[in-house]
């Protein structure tokens, strides 16, 4: 078990960086959420800041969300947290921040409270745009603990422009050369921008995903040895592809337990009331723009057009994006039914006179279409707005791979978008540097006495 811990040092991070961190954190939580098909969901999300407070001009640190040890993930109290963090502590003025409250969070009260499992494992992610020059003995001394605990802390810099830039990139190098030693801290320079956001949210996403798929044992057995005696070969089954639900429907919740409020005709007769506590609700308390992704999670996203409506089709476009050599293309990243497609009467040829012509026209167009490809050994990358499988429309592009054949049909399969494709686990144990001679002889005469189709 994977649990990460969100510091955010809220002095040094600039108003429109905070607005997209902020955003990247909300994104990071729905898909979470909707990661897993189980009923609960393990709370595996600290978030933490540093502020410094303007009476006392003392840096603290506040705990924003801290994962229940037992408990499931609630989406709508990290989504109160995030939305929570202060908009008015950033010091333009700031080049070392002095403390980052580290190791009050290297701590007992704090982080080691987190989880209760053996086997878990704790990283801690800082969020900052500038760093202290030097780390001192009781900083120092928290992180050595930290490694001795397998606790693993990434400092995530992110570039700034500054009169005293010149500072800042100093301090910058003395911070890197003190945590040099520290086999279990890295640091990492960003620039501020969301694309360079949405990658790190990916790369949470697996660390948070990682333990939550257990592989499947499995054996493979032959009929003869394949070495010496041994006729079989043992292996972990991992799904190539998480696919993200997108049965997305608009809703509304109440915003005190954040539950859906599903009788919605009695309700705008008699007004609103929590399915808690059944107190009436006042207009404000009721969040317009949740959204319903599958039959169980809950997702509150602010610019959701709660107008949006998702409806059935009959027909459907798909937008041809590029080529791609099939001779590249993944298999595990191939997901859902394959479709035979062979040439008709499309929508877009029109009840004339030369009727017959055009179909006969469309066919031919179809032939040549495959027989090109095919020769180039190539397929057609295509995107649409539906999802073939539902025949829906959906909120996010569906891809999908038109292959050629010779003489014959097309075939049309779905593409995972590159959130749902998995991470491929001990990927080094495939990629050995060389096998005996001996092993690849006799593997070759075991092969050769399976029959063949």
Request: net charge negative.
């Amino acid at each position: 078990m994977v649990l990460v811990c969100f510091v955010i040092d809220l002095r040094s991070l600039p108003p429109q960086l905070l607005r997209d961190v902020k955003q990247s954190l909300l994104e990071l939580a729905n898909f979470y959420a909707i990661s897993s098909e189980s009923e609960s969901l393990r709370d595996k999300i600290g978030l933490c800041y540093v502020f410094r407070n303007r009476i006392s001009s003392s840096d603290e640190l506040k705990i924003a969300y801290s994962p229940s040890p037992r408990g499931n993930f609630d989406l709508r109290d990290f989504h109160h947290a995030v939305n929570h963090l202060p908009t008015d502590s950033f010091l333009p003025e700031i080049d070392d921040p002095g403390d980052l409250k580290l190791s009050n969070i290297l701590s007992d009260q704090v982080l080691y409270s987190w989880g209760v499992d053996k086997d878990i494992v704790r990283k801690v992610i800082v969020l900052s745009s500038c760093f202290p020059q030097y780390v001192d003995s009781h900083l120092q001394k928290s992180l050595m603990d930290a490694a001795d605990k397998c606790v693993s802390v990434e400092f995530l810099l992110f570039e700034q422009k500054s009169g005293h830039l010149t500072d800042t990139l100093q301090n910058v190098s003395n911070f890197l050369r003190s945590i040099s030693d520290l086999d279990n801290c890295s640091l990492q320079t960003y620039l501020p921008n969301v694309r360079v956001l949405h990658g790190l949210v990916k790369q949470w996403i697996e660390d948070l995903k990682d333990d939550m798929e257990k592989p499947l044992q499995a054996r493979f057995l032959f009929k003869t040895n394949l070495v010496g005696s041994m006729n079989q070969i043992s292996c972990n089954l991992y799904v190539s592809v998480n696919k993200i639900v997108d049965g997305f429907s608009p809703c509304q919740t109440c915003r005190c337990h954040g539950m859906l409020l599903e009788d919605g005709i009695r309700n705008k007769i008699h007004g609103y009331s929590c399915p808690v506590t059944g107190h009436g609700l006042e207009t404000c308390n009721v969040i317009e723009s949740s959204v319903k992704v599958g039959e169980k999670t809950l997702l509150f996203l602010p610019s959701f057009q709660s107008s949006m409506k998702f409806q059935r089709i009959a027909s459907i476009d798909f937008h041809v994006i590029e080529r791609i050599n099939l001779g590249s293309l993944s298999e595990g990243s191939i997901m859902g039914d394959s479709y035979f497609v062979i040439p008709s009467a499309c929508h877009e040829v029109e009840a004339a006179s030369d009727d017959i012509d055009q179909l006969e026209l469309n066919a031919q167009v179809f032939q040549g279409l495959c027989s090109a490809l095919h020769s180039l050994d190539q397929g057609l990358v295509c995107s649409s707005n539906c999802n073939i499988e539902t025949m829906r429309e959906v909120a996010f592009h569906c891809y999908y791979i038109l292959q050629p054949s010779d003489n014959g049909p097309m075939l049309l399969r779905r593409l995972a978008g590159s959130e749902e494709v998995s991470r491929v686990p001990d990927l080094n144990r495939c990629i050995l540097s060389s096998i005996t001679k001996e092993i690849r002889d006799s593997i070759q005469a075991s092969l050769s006495k399976v029959n063949t189709s």
